[in-house]
C-alpha cells in the first residue's frame, strides 16, 4: 500500500519537496530578473470621504507582469521576496516608482490626494530602511503629507519596540502611518495604544459580514467610535457593495475602499478616471 508508481512515500514526500525548493529558487531568481527587466508595475485603487464622496488619495498596490504567467498578485510573491530579503529592494523600487508618479502629477497640476505604500515588515525592520527614505526622498520635491506608509498589525505586534522607534522617526518627518488589516490579530487593543500612527484601516474580513450579522455591526461600530476617541480616522477596506457602505456611513466611518466603487487600476487608468477631468 506505500508504493506509488513504484515509489515509497519517502521518496515521493522527498520529491514533492524537492520541486517545491525548485519552483522556490526559480520564483526567486526570476523576481531579481523581474525588477531589472521592468516587470513590476504599481495599480492605484482610489479611496473616497464618506460623507463629500470626493476621492481622497489611492493605494498603490503591486504587480508583476510575467511575459509567461501573466499577471502575478501580490500575495503570491511577497512572502518570497520578504523570505529572501529581496522585498528590500523591491519595496524600495515601489517607494521610488510612487514619487516618480507624484512628481509627475505635480507637474501636471493633477488632484491626487495621498497615496498610500504598503511597508513590508521585513522592510521597516531592516537597519538600513530610514536612510533608504532619506535618499529616495532627497531626489524628489515631494511634500511629505502625500505619503501615507501602511504596515500591518502582525509587523507592529512581532517586534514593537523598533517598530514604534521606526514609526515615530517617520512621523517626524511629517509622513502619515495608517494600520492595515486592522482586525486580523487578536492582540489588536492593546497595541492601538502605543503606536504612533493616524489611520486605521479596518479589514475586509469585517467589512464583508456587515448586515449578515449584529454583532460584527456592534464590534465593528465600536471600533469606529474607539478609533475616533484616540485621534485616529477610519478606512474601510473590502467595500464591495452599497449595503456596507450605507452601514459604515451610519457608524461615522471616514473612507472607503473597495470594488464598490473601483478595482485597482493601471497608472494610466487612475490618471483618465480620477485624475483629469
Ligand atoms: P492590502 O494592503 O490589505 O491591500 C488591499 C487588498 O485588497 C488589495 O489586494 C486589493 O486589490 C484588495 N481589495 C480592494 N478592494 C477590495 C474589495 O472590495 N474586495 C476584495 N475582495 N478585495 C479588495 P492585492 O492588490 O492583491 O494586494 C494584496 C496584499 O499584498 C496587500 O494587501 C498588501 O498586503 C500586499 N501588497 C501589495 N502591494 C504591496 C507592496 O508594494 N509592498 C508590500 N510590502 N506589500 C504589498
Ligand atoms: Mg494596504
Ligand atoms: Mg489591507
Ligand atoms: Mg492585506
Redesign the pocket.
Known amino acids: 500500500a506505500s508504493k506509488n508508481n513504484g515509489k515509497n512515500q519517502t521518496t515521493v514526500f522527498r520529491d514533492l519537496l524537492h520541486d517545491e525548493i525548485l519552483e522556490y529558487v526559480e520564483l526567486q531568481s526570476n523576481l531579481k530578473n523581474a525588477l531589472t527587466a521592468g516587470e513590476f508595475e504599481?495599480?492605484y485603487?482610489p479611496q473616497f470621504n464618506m460623507n463629500t464622496n470626493e476621492m481622497i488619495g489611492s493605494?498603490?498596490?503591486?504587480?508583476w507582469n510575467s511575459p509567461d504567467k501573466g499577471i502575478i498578485?501580490?500575495?503570491r510573491f511577497?512572502g518570497i521576496a520578504e523570505k529572501t530579503g529581496f522585498?528590500i529592494e523591491?519595496?524600495d523600487w515601489?517607494i521610488k516608482e510612487v514619487c516618480r508618479h507624484i512628481q509627475e502629477w505635480e507637474e501636471r497640476k493633477l488632484n491626487y490626494g495621498k497615496v498610500s505604500?504598503?511597508?513590508?515588515g521585513v522592510?521597516i525592520l531592516s537597519s538600513a530602511f530610514l536612510n533608504h527614505i532619506d535618499e529616495i526622498f532627497a531626489a524628489y520635491d515631494i511634500a511629505p503629507k502625500k505619503i501615507v506608509f501602511?504596515i500591518?498589525e502582525n509587523v507592529a505586534i512581532d517586534d514593537s519596540i523598533t517598530t514604534i522607534a521606526k514609526l515615530e522617526a517617520l512621523r517626524a518627518l511629517h509622513f502619515e502611518v495608517a494600520l492595515?488589516?486592522f482586525g486580523t490579530n487578536y492582540s489588536s487593543l492593546s497595541y492601538l495604544k502605543k503606536l504612533p500612527i493616524d489611520y486605521l484601516?479596518l479589514?475586509?474580513s469585517f467589512v464583508y459580514s456587515l448586515g449578515q450579522d449584529d454583532k460584527t455591526g456592534a464590534i465593528t461600530e465600536s471600533i469606529i467610535y474607539m478609533a475616533h476617541r484616540i485621534g485616529l480616522k477610519v478606512i474601510a477596506?473590502?467595500?464591495?457593495k452599497l449595503e456596507h457602505m450605507e452601514i459604515l456611513k451610519k457608524f461615522n466611518c471616514d473612507f472607503a475602499?473597495?470594488?464598490?466603487f473601483s478595482?485597482?487600476v493601471s497608472k494610466s487608468d487612475f490618471e483618465r478616471i480620477y485624475l483629469e477631468d
Not at 493605494?59 to 504587480?63: C, G, I, M, V
Not at 505604500?117 to 513590508?120: F, G, H, P, R, T
Not at 477596506?237 to 464591495?240: D, H, N, Q, R, S
Open positions: 504599481l495599480y485603487q493605494e498603490a498596490l503591486l504587480r498578485p501580490p500575495d511577497i522585498i523591491l519595496g515601489v505604500i504598503n511597508l513590508s522592510q501602511e500591518t492595515d488589516d484601516k479589514d475586509k477596506e473590502g467595500v464591495e475602499q473597495g470594488y464598490l478595482r485597482p
